[in-house]
């Protein structure tokens, strides 16, 4: 599922839930789209097209295109682009769903604390090249990263070489 909600824009919801279904063949779908829409919240936004929809909105009918279809394998590429807090924790909760039951799951993201939180086993990449991977207690007990803390964001920083001293926070007002 894209980062970039790309949509057909004369098409609704439930037109693209549909298409989607048909393209790849799947039965029940009724029973499928109704449980993403409830899932996803989107309930009362299955006739709305695109443009009628919020940023966040409209993330969430790609990635419920992405999931009607049931498959075992899911590629997330930046999943809570545009979503809430509240929208955050139900897609974080979604994510891990699918993990539970037996799907394989990768999560791209800038998120570190999400990827943190979801994820068994992380990749981290520099400038397009692998530079470490493995559990974040795997990283955070390398010697190499033994100064790096337990915190993947910690990890990152001192692994990509971008650990900057943070200016001292201001108060407010």
Do not use: N, W
Not at 13 to 28: M, S
Not at 79 to 103: K, V
Not at 119 to 140: F, H, P, Q, W
């Amino acid at each position: 599922m894209p980062d970039e909600p790309h949509l057909f824009e004369y098409l609704t919801v439930d037109e693209h839930l549909r298409l989607i279904a048909r393209l790849y063949g799947v039965a029940d779908f009724e029973r499928r789209a109704r449980a993403l829409v409830e899932e996803l919240e989107l309930v009362g936004r299955e006739r709305s097209l695109p443009g009628e929809l919020s940023r966040g909105m409209r993330q969430k009918v790609v990635i419920a295109c992405g999931l009607v279809r049931d498959a075992s394998v899911l590629l997330f590429d930046e999943p809570l682009t545009g979503l809430d807090p509240i929208g955050i924790r139900r897609m974080r909760e979604t994510i891990l769903a699918r993990g539970r039951g037996g799907a394989a799951i990768m999560v791209s993201s800038h998120l570190l604390h999400l990827v943190e939180e979801i994820c068994t086993r992380v990749i981290i990449m520099d400038r397009g090249r692998k530079i470490a991977d493995g559990s974040v207690a795997e990283l955070a007990s390398r010697a190499d990263l033994a100064a790096a803390g337990s915190s993947l964001e910690q990890i990152f920083l001192r692994v990509t070489g971008r650990d900057p001293v943070l200016p001292e926070p201001r108060s407010p007002c």
